[in-house]
């Protein structure tokens, strides 16, 4: 997952709610314009066949765009941003109080033990929603298999298919997994982590994971989505479809005036305090997404990657290959991109430098044209 940025000198700041209207009316179609040509400029370097670009400047999308046959209209999977969905819906529940990030999975998931029978590893009721949300729990796909993919995803898809979420039997499958290490000793990035936050959700909520979700976050923030058609094996980790601009509408779930989170929580959220990725202090994992501080605020990212081809699947063959960026800048733009087929790790951190330096290409003339936002960022 890249979390680095292509810098330039200078001061960032959230100018699209404060720069005056006439470099607001500059800045968009340039904006829409540079990452457009930053796309299909990578497309044609990497031979990416198909991908959608949704790029938004505050709550207005100002580039939609197709490339490749593909209606950019559509719902597209996922893949790994469905985790924001799930840890925006773990924040409503700290919110409500039904949840804590300190709870245990022992107390929380008291009742799934009973049904299925106890862990493997004794640990596993230690540790707590924090750790899950962090990646700190102790799984692994390095030392062991992670219990949500690998040989346990492809039994699951054996016996049920990619249609439906089975968030109980992958937990079934998962809890059989011993821990590498000692719940909260480390970062490491691992789908099970949010596998079980879907069985924590359906704990806490007493509601179906998606059912939740899309009622508690989705739809107030205005948009829509469902876990699959194909993928809803996935669930909590992996599972969500939704279209370029309904996604858009869902990082708004990281505004602070969102009410996603309550204010202790999005204090937590933005500490890098037990939450680094282990390179570096400018970024630390949180809620389902990358956080980075920038100079104009907060930037939340993520990355989301997915190929599978298994002949065996219940329901028939089952074969995709895609990929999806997701970033919402601390300076006021978001944008989203899916790609297919999953491009190679180096073309895909070729492609997060273009999209930044097409974000920053149009910052600057639109800074040069404000210097009285200059100098209020700088007060912050």
């Given at each position: 997952m890249a979390v680095a940025r292509t810098a330039w000198a200078g001061v960032a700041v959230a100018a699209w709610a404060l720069a005056p209207a006439v470099a607001r009316s500059e800045a968009v179609p340039a904006a829409a314009a540079a990452f457009d040509a930053a796309y299909k400029d990578?497309?044609?370097?990497?031979?990416?066949?198909?991908?959608?670009?949704?790029?938004?400047?505050?709550?207005?999308?100002?580039?939609?765009?197709?490339?490749?046959g593909l209606d950019p209209k559509a719902p597209v999977p996922l893949a790994s941003l469905s985790k924001a969905i799930t840890g925006a819906c773990v924040a409503t529940l700290v919110r409500d109080g039904k949840l804590s990030l300190g709870s245990r999975l022992g107390d929380v998931l008291a009742p799934l033990f009973k049904r299925q029978g106890e862990p493997a590893d004794p640990r596993v009721r230690t540790i707590t929603i924090e750790q899950l949300l962090t990646h700190r729990s102790g799984f692994s796909r390095k030392a062991n298999p992670d219990p949500a993919s690998g040989a346990a995803l492809v039994a699951q898809l054996r016996e049920q298919g990619g249609g439906k979420p089975a968030i109980d039997s992958a937990m079934a499958r998962a809890l059989a997994y011993r821990l590498a290490?000692?719940?909260?000793?480390?970062?490491?990035?691992?789908?099970?982590?949010?596998?079980?936050?879907?069985?924590?959700i359906e704990q806490a909520a007493k509601r179906p994971y998606e059912d939740y979700c899309r009622e508690a976050v989705l739809r107030p923030l205005g948009a829509t989505?469902?876990?699959?058609?194909?993928?809803?094996?996935?669930?909590?980790?992996?599972?969500?479809?939704?279209?370029?601009?309904?996604?858009?509408?869902?990082?708004?779930?990281?505004?602070?005036?969102?009410?996603?989170?309550?204010?202790?929580?999005w204090r937590w959220m933005l500490t890098p305090g037990g939450k680094s990725l282990g390179k570096g202090p400018d970024a630390h994992y949180a809620l389902g997404v990358v956080v980075r501080r920038d100079a104009g605020g907060p930037?939340?990212?993520?990355?989301?990657?997915?190929?599978?081809?298994?002949?065996?699947?219940a329901g028939g063959p089952l074969s995709d290959s895609h990929a999806t960026l997701a970033?919402?800048?601390?300076?006021?733009?978001?944008?989203?991109?899916?790609?297919?087929?999953?491009?190679?790790?180096?073309?895909?951190?070729?492609?997060d430098k273009a999209l930044w330096r097409a974000h920053d290409s149009v910052r600057r003339p639109a800074l040069a044209r404000t210097p009285s936002v200059r100098s209020a960022a700088r007060r912050d």
């Open positions: 990578w497309m044609r370097r990497h031979r990416i066949p198909q991908g959608v670009l949704a790029v938004a400047a505050g709550d207005k999308v100002i580039l939609l765009k197709g490339y490749g290490r000692p719940p909260g000793q480390a970062y490491e990035y691992v789908n099970a982590n949010y596998l079980i936050l879907g069985a924590v989505g469902r876990l699959g058609p194909k993928w809803a094996a996935l669930s909590a980790y992996g599972g969500w479809s939704l279209t370029a601009t309904d996604y858009l509408k869902f990082l708004h779930a990281f505004d602070r005036a969102s009410g996603v989170a309550d204010a202790a929580t930037t939340f990212l993520h990355t989301g990657l997915w190929t599978h081809a298994q002949s065996d699947a970033v919402k800048s601390g300076e006021g733009l978001s944008w989203f991109v899916y790609m297919a087929p999953q491009p190679p790790n180096a073309a895909r951190f070729a492609l």
